[in-house]
């Protein structure tokens, strides 16, 4: 794996590890997860999530989606 840039490849601002809420609307529920481990970009914002967070992800929505959940809040 490659080291993650310490600039930003967008704005080459600072990046700093914090945390973002991930929100996805799949019509028919909309997740919320709140407390996400992120790298975020102290100058304009962006945020970057991690393969292993994306994983964790896509684990919390395919839960709720097989629940049939309408509004899914969970925090990581
Ligand atoms: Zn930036």
Redesign the pocket.
Known sequence: MKPISPC??????K?EKGTTTFVLDLKSSLIVIRNVPALV??????EWIEDSTAIELEQITERAKAHDIQVEVVSM
């Open positions: 930003c490849f967008i704005c080459s601002g990046i970009c102290t100058q304009c914002g962006e």
